[in-house]
């Protein structure tokens, strides 16, 4: 049913919807900022935040294993159609419960009734989950069709931005902006899913996948606690101040795992459709290729970082935050621990149905993190929550490779260590050749990205680097054809 996508070719769209939904808020935010005020922003983010919690429970563990169980069926029109039947109406029950739950609650409590049209407005976000089907075209790895309906709701939102939200009572609209950003990107899923499968009301076995989809919710809720721990014991343990020196500096380098993680994002459809058709050889093929990719982009981006730190939170964030430049140099190795521990938890892990070690893996994490954070945050503050945070991710990585790699054979050879050696310290030492002439903040910047990236690709062309070489020969095919 499904003709086989190029993986090159699904990263750039992935990648470009991944960017877009980076550049929506750093466009929507400042000026709403401005129009409604700190005060708005708050009460808004606040409904948000009340509401994301309903959001995890009503979509349970399903974003990821629908994608799972539509990847292994896209090739059987009926299994496919009855499996997204039984997924979409778990989804339906889960959704309500919480749709109800969330309404009683701001009914009830007064606390709520001093901005209840504003907790209406972002409840909504709660009932349009009911069409999120994105785990369906995620499955059928469209993301040619996910970033482009992306791309026209994220205009038709900035428009409703520009004509609604006007002075500073408007932050009613403003919220109404972000359900119709959401909510039109599920209801046009909706319609379009006409066209690939058939809604079924009989024969239809809900049970069978609640066991899987429970097991996620968990892992779900363990990462978000998780998460939310350096921030937590930071305020705790060392005051405010740390905390918004280490939030900004975290934030960047969460900016960039989530543009890189878009290579590994990709293979969770793939992977799970080789593991359905017992295709072990694409399935180590597409694996070792992805863990090539994922170490060409990530090891260059870690020490662009560490050098760049200066700049970036100079540029972004001013002299108030220069002690985060620390923390964000102690902070850049995640870059290239989370992309690996990703490729090795969230996408083999999972897809080979081994969802408890996840959470076993997730689980050390935290328990680690909050030993080290005890230990160090009063001596060190964000520079601790930092190194504890690397430290952590670092053994959660290693037992997800551990648990990971008897699925899979790891081919990489000393020639593609070797030149990834030769090219970082090229690009280093012109770095450091850019950063000593030119003193402009913003051009050494622009100038390291673009310069130091460009050399970065063409050494590796030079030394025939096939992966490299692979890319952009794909790339330069598929504008040729657009042309």
């Not at 921030?231 to 060392?238: D, E, F």
């Not at 692979?470 to 054809?481: A, F, G």
């Amino acid at each position: 049913m499904n003709k086989q996508k190029s993986m090159v070719i699904n990263f750039i769209y992935n990648f470009l919807y991944t960017s877009l939904n980076i550049i929506f808020p750093l466009i929507t935010l400042p000026y709403a900022s401005r129009i409604i005020g700190v005060s708005g922003i708050g009460k808004v983010n606040f409904s948000n935040s009340i509401v994301n919690y309903f959001l995890i429970f009503a979509s349970l563990g399903i974003p990821n294993y629908g994608i799972m169980a539509i990847a292994k069926l896209r090739d059987d029109t009926k299994k496919l159609s009855k499996t997204f039947s039984e997924i979409f109406f778990i989804n339906i029950i889960s959704t309500w419960i919480c749709v109800v739950t969330y309404y009683l609650m701001i009914f009830k409590i007064n606390y709520f009734h001093n901005n209840f049209c504003l907790f209406i407005i972002s409840g909504l976000l709660i009932i349009l989950n009911t069409f999120n089907i994105d785990w369906l075209y995620n499955g059928l790895e469209e993301y040619r069709y996910i970033t482009v309906r992306s791309i026209v709701f994220k205009i038709l939102s900035l428009v409703l931005l520009f004509t609604t939200v006007r002075n500073e009572s408007d932050y009613i609209f403003y919220a109404l902006v972000n359900v119709v950003a959401l909510g039109g990107n599920n209801i046009i899923n909706m319609i379009n899913s006409r066209k690939i499968v058939k809604l079924k009301f009989k024969n239809l076995n809900l049970q069978k996948h609640l066991k899987s989809i429970i097991m996620l919710l968990s892992i779900q809720i363990a990462v978000n606690i998780y998460i939310n721990l350096d921030t937590t014991m930071l305020g705790v343990l060392a005051g405010n101040v740390s905390v918004g020196l280490y939030s900004n500096a975290i934030k960047i380098n969460k900016i960039i795992v989530i543009l890189l993680t878009s290579v590994s994002t990709i293979l969770l459809p793939r992977l799970s459709y080789y593991v359905k058709q017992n295709n072990i050889s694409k399935f180590n093929a597409t694996t070792n290729k992805a863990l090539k990719i994922i170490m060409l982009l990530s090891i260059p981006t870690m020490i662009g970082t560490f050098f760049l730190s200066d700049n970036i939170i100079k540029i972004m964030f001013g002299n108030d935050f220069l002690p985060a430049i620390i923390t964000m140099r102690i902070l850049s190795p995640l870059i290239v621990i989370l992309s690996i521990g990703n490729l090795f938890g969230t996408q083999i892990l999972m897809t080979m149905g081994e969802e408890k070690k996840l959470l076993i893996s997730v689980t050390v994490g935290a328990i680690v993190n909050f030993v080290l954070n005890y230990n160090i945050i009063p001596r060190m503050q964000q520079n601790g929550a930092a190194l504890s945070s690397v430290i952590a991710e670092f053994i959660v990585m290693l037992i997800q490779v551990i648990l990971a790699i008897k699925y899979i054979k790891i081919e990489i050879n000393y020639r593609f260590v070797l030149n990834i050696i030769i090219s970082n310290i090229i690009m280093t030492i012109l770095l450091l050749i850019i950063s000593y002439f030119i003193k402009s903040l913003l051009l050494n910047l622009i100038l390291s990205v673009i310069i130091g990236g460009t050399i970065y690709v063409v050494t590796n062309i030079l030394l025939k680097e096939k992966i490299i070489i692979d890319i952009v020969d794909e790339i330069i095919k598929k504008i040729i054809v657009r042309k």
